[in-house]
């Protein structure tokens, strides 16, 4: 199976991690894309409440029609 990879690479010298990064499968949907999106936020310790404002993690959401009209126009 292809993979794709993608990586966050900090430029900071710091005693953080410099890299993180993710092997995906090529073939992923959208809603995987946002998975592995939130977990490398958690990742590089952005905060939870953070994380779900940005991403709107809440199970009974409903898709935005408008933005999903934008994506596919």
């Given at each position: 199976m292809d993979q794709d990879r993608l990586t966050y690479t900090r430029n900071a010298d710091s005693r953080e991690a410099t890299q993180i990064g993710f092997d995906i499968p090529a073939d992923m949907t959208v809603q995987e894309y946002k998975t592995i999106c939130i977990r490398m936020a958690h990742a590089l310790g952005y905060h939870h409440k953070s994380i779900s404002d940005t991403f709107r993690i809440d199970d009974n959401?409903?898709?935005?029609?408008?933005?999903?009209?934008?994506?596919?126009?």
């Open positions: 959401q409903k898709p935005d029609m408008n933005q999903l009209k934008l994506l596919f126009d």
